[in-house]
């Protein structure tokens, strides 16, 4: 199995990378619910703003890199080989529902709840820095004409930082293809 290292950082506002992880550890984090006091916190406040400032507080990480350090630009080390994809447009029943779907497509490395009950998921891409904004632009089309959902294009950004989260039927699929 081909191992896709990312940067983990304790929070989005960290300067400096506290680790490289293999991302399947991450992802197991996510389901065991290393941060479910975070997140159930998070999904239980109703005010927008306050949600907003303890997602701050939450770890996070360069899903598409390692980094030398900070999560800027310059200090990208390595391509992953993997790209976040976000769908922020979602009532969280149909995020439910949507996971399951997705949970069924080959080009879907892993499937999993935000912490607003959004949805998230890694899809593996031809590891190049410079293909990255298109290859996200592409999986954008991908996802608009098969699930007619619009995914957040601001993952093209290598360095695009992922709350951690929590959801105990995070859907991995190690032997995805590559997109």
């Given at each position: 199995m081909n191992e896709h290292v990312?940067?983990?950082?304790?929070?989005?506002?960290?300067?400096?990378?506290?680790?490289?992880?293999?991302?399947?550890?991450?992802?197991?984090?996510?389901?065991n619910g290393k941060w479910a006091k975070q997140i159930l916190k998070i999904r239980s406040t109703a005010d927008k703003k306050e949600r907003d400032l303890l997602k701050r507080k939450l770890p996070a990480s360069t899903i598409s890199c390692t980094t030398n350090g900070s999560h800027k630009a310059s200090d990208v080390l390595r391509h992953s080989g993997l790209i976040q994809v976000d769908i922020d447009d979602i009532k969280p029943r149909d995020a439910y529902q949507l996971k399951e779907e997705l949970s069924k497509d080959p080009l879907i490395h892993s499937c999993f709840l935000s912490p607003s009950e959004k949805l998230k998921g890694t899809i593996k891409i031809i590891p190049d820095i410079k293909l990255q904004a298109l290859q996200a632009e592409s999986i954008a089309k991908y996802f608009q004409e098969k699930y007619k959902q619009v995914i957040d294009l601001s993952c093209k950004d290598i360095t695009r930082l992922m709350f951690m989260s929590f959801d105990q039927d995070l859907r991995i699929n190690s032997n995805s293809c590559i997109y």
């Open positions: 990312v940067s983990f950082f304790d929070s989005v506002i960290s300067k400096q990378k506290t680790a490289d992880i293999p991302i399947e550890i991450l992802l197991n984090d996510i389901r």
